[in-house]
């Protein structure tokens, strides 16, 4: 196997140096993901959230990735690269960390450090559950098998859980308090990622007789800038890229979006 090109995390530059770059309040976002949305949702809608006007997509093609024109630090995307107004340049890699950076970078994490580590564990849960359903696709010969339990075992322990939690919090549209935060943002992203897929109204029905996870899918959506960015033609096109990213991926006897 020939490695692909690296971006290195370490450099000359001292650390202590880099996150003073991460303060800088002018510094600029692009995001580094494909042309789809799937994981590079939460981070994307995040920036859209956040207001900035210094941020933008890059989108790698499978054709320059083969070709090895594209350098990331661990062979994957997505990336977010920042410069400072310096000229300090900084990449973070693995879409988790871009979320939980952005999130914090952006007022995402709750009022105090309980409810940081409580939005924390409520979008890693959400994480977990994307990471268990994209195992499921990884062998076509138990394809249908594998998502079969992941509908009807998976799924349903992950919305008992969740909705325990929501409930406690007054079913409100929020996992934490009452503003939107990191967890809220990823559930709608995970929901959307389950929508792409040729069987997604298998998993989007299980979805959808959740109330409370339902209110929190709404209340995302009704934020002004967020439904601002998904109504874009970019994020329209992000979306039509997922269908056709995942329309190889069926399996029999499921329903399929028209």
Partial sequence: MIPFPKIALHTDVSSADVSKALTD??????????????VGGTARDILAYSKTKNWKSEHPTMEKWKAKEFSTPLSYFPILKMTASTGQEIVLAEAMVIDVYLAE???LLGDNKYEELTIKAFNSSVHFLMERFFRSLSSTTERKQNIDTFIDYFLPKFIYDHEFHLRNNGSNGHYVGNKLSLADIHLANAIHLFQTMPFGKRIDDVFCKSVPI??????VLANPEIAAWRNSDEFKRLEKGS???YAPFT????PTED
């Fill in 243 to 245: 269908h056709e990213w």
């Fill in 214 to 219: 339902r209110k929190v899918l709404e209340t």
């Fill in 105 to 107: 970078e952006f007022g």
């Fill in 25 to 38: 309040p002018n510094k600029t976002f692009t995001f580094v993901y494909w042309e789809i949305v799937s």
């Fill in 251 to 254: 399996i029999p006897d499921s």
